[in-house]
C-alpha cells in the first residue's frame, strides 16, 4: 500500500487533446485546501498524462486568482456563480476530450501514484465501468467514506434504530458502509464516492453526466447505480490512496445533513421499487426523529446543547429534506 512521500517527477502536464486523463476540481471557498490538493496531484500522481481543469464556484476567498498564480500550466474557470457539484463537473465533462474522467475534492492529497495506478486498475476492469481508491485521514488513519453500499430498507432499519452505531465493524449492520472492511483488499461497491472517482468519460456520456437535480450529494451515488443497472460493477482498490478530510466545504452541520437527506430520498425515488418507496421515507423519518429525541436527552444531562441544537434544525426542515431534490 502506498505511504505518502512523494513520488521522484512530475507527470506530464499535456493538452485538453493530448491527455489521457481530464482531472477535474470543483472547488468553492476552499483556496488553501485547494492548492495543496493540485500541489500533491501534480507531486504525487505517478506515470500519467493529465489535463488538470479547476471550476471555481464562485469562491469570494481569492481561490481562482490564487490557483492561476501558483499553477499556470492548469486550466482555471472562475464561474460567477455557485451552480453546485454535479452541474459544474458536467460543465468540464462537456468540454473534455480524453478517455477518461477523474474527479477529485479540493480538500484531498493525493498519495504516490495514486492516479497512475487507478488509472491502471481501470482499464484493467472495464467491467467496473467506474473506480475509485482508498482514502485516510490526515493522521493516516482509514477514512471508510470512499464507498458505500446501496441504502435498503434494512440498512435504513438499523441506522433508524441506531444498531450501525452500535456495531460500527459488523457488515451486516452497518451494511451501507460494509462495516469491517478495512477497504484494503480489490472489492465491488455499489457506490464510489464522487472525491475520487475514475470513469471513461464514453461511460460518462452514454448515462448523459450526473443527474442535475442532485444539486450536492447522492449525484454519484445515482450515477453508479444507473451504471449498475447497464451491467457495470464498480469497483475500489487500496493501490491508489489519498487523504479526503471530508466536508471541509460545509461548515454548518445542520446544514449538510439535511442536503444528505434530500439526497438520501430522491436515491429512494430514483432506485427502489414502488412498493418499498413508502417504507424506506417512514424510516427516514423514524431516523431523523430518533436523533432529535437522543440528542435533546444527552443535551440535557451534559449540558452540551449544541449537538441538540443542530438535530432540532434538521427535524423542524423534515418536510423539506422529505421531499427530496
Known amino acids: 500500500m502506498n505511504t505518502p512521500e512523494t513520488c521522484c517527477a512530475r507527470p506530464e502536464l499535456t493538452s485538453p487533446d493530448q491527455a489521457e486523463v481530464t482531472v477535474i476540481i470543483v472547488s468553492w471557498n476552499t483556496r488553501d485546501l485547494t492548492l495543496k490538493a493540485i500541489e500533491t496531484l501534480l507531486d504525487n500522481a505517478g506515470d500519467v498524462s493529465m489535463h488538470v481543469v479547476v471550476w471555481d464556484n464562485d469562491s469570494k476567498d481569492g481561490s481562482a486568482e490564487a490557483i492561476a498564480e501558483q499553477f499556470p500550466g492548469l486550466r482555471v474557470i472562475a464561474h460567477d456563480e455557485n451552480i453546485g457539484f454535479a452541474l459544474a463537473n458536467n460543465r468540464v465533462a462537456e468540454m473534455a476530450t480524453s478517455e477518461w474522467l477523474l474527479l477529485l475534492n479540493p480538500d484531498t492529497e493525493t498519495h504516490p501514484r ?15 465501468g467506474i473506480v475509485g481508491g482508498r482514502t485516510v485521514f490526515p493522521d493516516g488513519s482509514l477514512n471508510p467514506a ?9 440498512s435504513l432499519f438499523c441506522q433508524a434504530f441506531g444498531l450501525s452505531r452500535m456495531f460500527p465493524d459488523s ?8 462495516g469491517g472492511w478495512r477497504r ?36 454519484e451515488a445515482d450515477m453508479c447505480l444507473r451504471a449498475a443497472e447497464r451491467g457495470y460493477r464498480p469497483m475500489i482498490t487500496p493501490d491508489a490512496q489519498i487523504m479526503h478530510l471530508v466536508g471541509a466545504s460545509t461548515n454548518l452541520r445542520s446544514e449538510k445533513q439535511i442536503r444528505l437527506m434530500k439526497a438520501r430520498v430522491s436515491l429512494i425515488d430514483d432506485h427502489w421499487p414502488a412498493a418499498f418507496k413508502p417504507i ?3 424510516l427516514m423519518w423514524f431516523w431523523i426523529a430518533n436523533r432529535r429525541l437522543a440528542s435533546k436527552l444527552i443535551g440535557l444531562v451534559s449540558k452540551n446543547r449544541g449537538d441538540a441544537e443542530e438535530w432540532r434544525k434538521i427535524w423542524n426542515a423534515r418536510h423539506e429534506w422529505l421531499r427530496g431534490y
Open 114 to 128: 495514486a492516479i497512475e495506478n487507478l488509472l491502471r486498475f481501470a482499464k484493467a476492469h472495464p467491467e467496473a
Open 146 to 154: 470512499s464507498c458505500w453500499r446501496k441504502s435498503t430498507p434494512w
Open 171 to 178: 457488515p451486516v449492520f452497518n451494511y451501507e458502509a460494509i
Open 184 to 219: 484494503d483488499s480489490v472489492r465491488e461497491v455499489d457506490i464510489v464516492v464522487g472525491c475520487f472517482f475514475m470513469i471513461r468519460r464514453a461511460l460518462w456520456e452514454e448515462l448523459g453526466g450526473f443527474d442535475r437535480k442532485y444539486v450536492m450529494y447522492g449525484e
Open 280 to 282: 424506506g421515507r417512514a
